[in-house]
């Protein structure tokens, strides 16, 4: 992409057109050398799921999540895998095109929007699979008004997401180190949100203390279509107000570390 197809600075349409631009050659490029291009974006979710069904139903005696709980794990995992892998190119979202950030006007907030965008398409496209597990799972998962939340979930991940990108993107570049110490927070991050269980299994002050994760809020709205047990007003009204938290958050920072941030690269 040439800097010229970016760089002149001017309205919301010139913005949202290199935005989608940016985004399909993030795509195109993560497709065009594979040999199972699409079957990516679903794979890493499915052998989780498998794996994480097979321990808890298998082997353990489960007493988390609802039944069937492959569903369960699924609602989760998917929008995990777009939160997790977001996160995870923040950490190089201005260091790998130093050059076309330093010499494009555009705002420079479309480096973070695009690895959301383009990471939510995958989600986009990976849900298929959890369509698949349901129609298998009939009569046992019963739908229900909570779908009507499920837009709502992809929103306030969305809002998250950028905020956060604003947030890890430029301190990256100015403290290097912060990138494998992102990988290590995510990682512990996995096991303190409620992917593998529900905000509810957990005892007393754990329950409090994981109703300020966002993604607990986050993650209810996505399963109350499915399991109308996991609503829980409490849980989804922290986890919104904490994901435009992070946005007010992301935006301040980005606009006081985004000149330091270029001299650095």
Not at 81 to 101: E, G, Q
Not at 179 to 203: C, H, M, N, Q, W
Not at 210 to 231: M, S, T, W
Request: some cysteine.
């Amino acid at each position: 992409m040439t800097t010229a197809a970016v760089g002149a600075p001017g309205s919301p349409r010139r913005y949202l057109h290199s935005l989608w631009l940016l985004s399909a050659r993030d795509l195109k490029v993560r497709y065009a050398t594979s040999a199972l291009g699409y079957l990516w974006s679903i794979l890493d979710p499915l052998v989780m799921s498998a794996i994480y069904w097979f321990v808890f139903t298998q082997i353990f005696q489960r007493t988390v999540g609802h039944e069937p709980y492959i569903v369960f794990l699924i609602t989760a995992l998917l929008p995990w895998v777009w939160f997790n892998s977001a996160v995870s190119d923040f950490t190089r979202a201005f260091s790998k095109d130093a050059r076309l950030v330093r010499s494009t006007a555009i705002p420079r907030t479309i480096w973070v929007n695009r690895i959301v965008l383009s990471k939510g398409i995958e989600f986009l496209c990976s849900l298929p699979v959890l369509v698949l597990f349901i129609v298998f799972s009939r009569p046992f998962v019963e739908l229900n008004w909570g779908l009507l939340l499920f837009p709502v979930a992809i929103v306030l991940q969305t809002v998250l997401l950028v905020g956060l990108g604003l947030l890890v993107a430029p301190l990256c570049v100015l403290w290097s180190d912060l990138e494998r110490t992102t990988k290590l927070i995510l990682r512990a991050l996995f096991y303190a949100s409620p992917v593998i269980y529900g905000v509810s299994d957990l005892p007393g002050a754990f329950e409090t203390l994981a109703a300020f994760n966002p993604l607990a809020g986050i993650f209810a709205l996505y399963r109350v279509g499915f399991f109308p047990e996991e609503f829980d007003p409490w849980v989804i009204a922290i986890g919104a107000v904490t994901s435009f938290g992070f946005l007010a958050l992301g935006i301040v920072v980005f606009r006081r570390l985004e000149r330091p941030m270029l001299k650095e690269l």
